[in-house]
């Protein structure tokens, strides 16, 4: 990120830089009449104006260096030697444009302009970056962070500048740490371009660190603002990033595959389609993941051509080579492998020469620069002859004109950022609250990938060393136990059997849930049939514990809900209701219409639950976990599960309930109406 500082220019040059041919005529008629002095900075403005031409303002600048060091002019010859490191730079000569900057650096310290001292800091250091000389890159940046702290937008450019040197020296959780202040300072000043690049800064790093679940989530941010803020290309190319990421997981190629789409499409329309050879690779990548090696080799193909049409270089080249090696060696065509392999050696190789190749680039480029340099000199030399002979008073007219019209574009510019200003900010205002929705609903995602993993891990697992350990004593040592020990080891195999039963089957529920498998089917039931599936189900565990089960309620009651769900809603409470009530215990099936709902009540007479615990008890990011009365074990599944499906028949579920004194949980579901929903 290389953000140009534009030293010493008006506010009125600035906001009219688009219009830069005209300004340039009318900088050329001031100065045939302009002072010594006066022309120094005329003829920066001239270099400034015409900067898109290296030549010209190369040309110019150079002049005004001669007439700031015969003038003692300090802050122009500063400048002049600042812009002389500028045009360097964009042709890429970095080496050259850092002496320049450094001795404009020597003036803006005599002048003790800490503000320009900043801009030559960060540029120098980009110039070592470039030159891939980390250490002093990062040590220059450093020093104009020191001097930027009284400008945030600054202080957050420079510190993600850090962020790419440390990046590109491989440090990557430096730099992850660099872009996460750039960031915070962003978020503060809304400034939503950067933060989107920090957000990419920050998903690169973590991509690099095989953190791939990291990456995906600032991918996602990056590619949201980009969109916000109708930054098409930059959205294509994370979304291209994404494609990328997602490769690594065997689950997510769909997703891949979208995003390489997605990304390819907006390309497409924009007339990038240069990045064709990185998005063929993308599809290949994929295709050798699923097995699909001949179609992958088909894709790598295509991307080459692509990398050959539009000449991108031997960085692409050596990777498609790598990935077709690899995907003939799969098929176990040994020779073609060993061919893009050899082709692959070779272009590394290649790539080692390309910084030569480049500095040869800038030698020829400097030349072509200085060459046209003398031919516009000779063209300067001409206009300024005709100048000459324009009449004084029509010069003047021209000059009050150009003057009047500035002015009132200026004016009208002004405006416009004004206007444009305040509804950013209300658009950011909306923008920020999607995102702390967005954040939210990936703390659930994560809240229930922790809670299935914790189930698996633990819940899952303990019943099963139940099972395991008695059936290994019984199967070693039958003869040594007593029939009453035998029975016990039985009874202990059955409960646990039970209890991984009744797990699985909520575990498996909850994940055709969360990956959109279970169908919701909602339809007219009878009340009495849903409680007696339910209750016939756990009858055996209330024997057990000698609890009775009461039913007070209208067993003409019609439901119009999904049968399977609300079914698994009472089996779970029941469940919960045996488990939490002692024996000799007491549990009552309660259920009444009230107006277009029923309401359906499971109250035990058990140990009860804290107010604390009833709080947590239908959130998927709760620790709350209590054993029965028996000891027996529970996940908390069962629950969320209840509030899901409770919720996807448009009823609620609530829990009354104090320590000691029994708990009720009750839920409410439609009831039968002459409408169909």
């Known amino acids: 990120m290389k953000k140009l500082p534009l030293l010493f220019i008006s506010l009125l040059i600035v906001s009219l830089s688009a219009s830069s041919q005209s300004k340039v005529d009318s900088l050329l008629q001031l100065f ?107 040590a220059q940046l450093i020093e104009g962070l020191k001097l930027s702290v009284n400008n945030q937008e600054y202080t957050a450019e420079i510190l993600h500048n850090i962020g790419n040197v440390q990046q590109k020296m491989q440090n990557y959780e430096k730099a992850i740490s660099y872009f996460r202040r750039a960031m915070n300072i962003n978020l503060m000043i809304k400034d939503s371009v950067s933060l989107a690049v920090d957000y990419n800064g920050l998903a ?120 077709m090696a690899k995907a003939y060696e799969s098929m176990g065509d040994y020779k073609s492998a060993l061919k893009y392999h050899i082709l692959f050696t070779q272009y590394s190789d290649s790539l080692n020469q390309k910084e ?34 324009l009449h004084k008073n029509k010069q003047l007219k021209i000059l009050g004109f150009v003057t009047a019209s500035l002015l009132l574009i200026f004016v009208f510019f002004v405006l416009i950022r004004y206007y444009d200003k305040i509804k950013l900010n209300q658009l950011l205002e909306s923008k920020n609250e999607k995102i702390e929705q ?86 007219e039931i009878e009340l009495k049939r849903i409680i007696e599936n339910s209750v016939s189900v756990l009858q055996s565990l209330a024997d057990q514990k000698n609890i009775g089960i009461k039913f007070v309620y209208d067993k003409d009651l019609i439901l119009f809900a999904d049968p399977q769900m609300i079914e698994t809603v009472l089996r779970n409470l029941i469940n919960n209701a045996i488990k939490f009530t002692p024996e000799n215990g007491l549990v009552e099936i309660a259920a009444n219409q009230i107006d277009g709902h029923i309401s359906i009540s499971v109250k035990d007479s058990g140990i009860g639950i804290s107010e604390e615990d009833a709080q947590n008890l239908f959130r998927i990011d709760s620790t709350v976990k209590r054993k029965g009365t028996n000891n027996e074990d529970g996940s908390g599944l069962g629950l969320i599960l209840c509030k899901e499906f409770v919720d996807k028949n448009s009823g609620t579920i609530w829990v009354n309930s104090s320590p000691g004194e029994g708990s009720s949980f009750i839920f409410t579901v439609p009831a039968k109406t002459g409408k169909s929903h």
């Open 356 to 389: 030569k190749h480049e500095k040869l680039i800038n030698i020829e480029k400097q030349y072509e620069t200085e060459k046209k340099e003398d031919e516009i000199i000779q063209l300067q030399a001409r206009q300024e002859l005709m100048d000459v002979q």
């Open 32 to 138: 045939n009449k302009a002072t010594e002095k006066q022309k120094t900075n005329l003829l920066l403005e001239l270099s400034f104006n015409t900067r898109n031409d290296t030549a010209k303002s190369n040309l110019y600048t150079r002049q005004a260096l001669k007439l700031a060091e015969k003038q003692h002019q300090l802050p122009e010859l500063a400048k002049a030697n600042y812009y002389l490191g500028e045009t360097n730079y964009y042709i890429r000569n970095f080496s050259g444009a850092i002496p320049h900057y450094k001795r404009a650096f020597s003036i803006f310290e005599q002048l003790k302009d800490s503000f320009n001292l900043t801009n030559c800091y960060s540029s120098i250091g980009l110039c070592y970056h470039n030159i891939d000389q980390g250490e002093k890159a990062i």
């Open 204 to 323: 690169e790093s973590f991509q690099y660190l095989n953190k791939n679940d990291s990456s995906i989530v600032y991918f996602l941010k990056a590619n949201q603002l980009f969109k916000n803020l109708h930054k098409t290309g930059y959205q294509a190319i994370t979304y291209a990033n994404l494609g990328t990421v997602y490769t690594n997981y065997p689950d997510s190629l769909k997703k891949a595959y979208d995003a390489f789409s997605e990304a390819w499409t907006v390309f497409k329309k924009l007339g990038w389609n240069h990045y064709e050879s990185e998005i063929k690779e993308g599809f290949g990548n994929i295709l050798s993941s699923q097995g699909k090696y001949k179609e992958a080799i088909a894709a790598y193909t295509e991307s080459m051509r692509s990398t050959e049409r539009f000449k991108r270089g031997f960085g692409l080249k050596k990777s498609t080579y790598q990935k």
């Open 438 to 523: 967005s954040e939210n609903e990936l703390h659930v995602l994560n809240a229930s990938k922790n809670k299935f993993f914790s189930i698996i891990a633990h819940d899952l697992k303990n019943p099963f060393h139940t099972v395991m350990g008695y059936s290994w004593l019984l199967s070693k040592d039958y003869e040594k136990f007593t029939e009453e020990e035998r029975r016990k080891f039985a009874s202990d195999i059955h409960h646990s059997t039970n209890n991984i039963f009744r797990l699985l089957q909520n575990l498996l529920e909850w994940s055709r849930s969360q990956t959109g498998r279970l169908t919701f089917m909602p339809k």
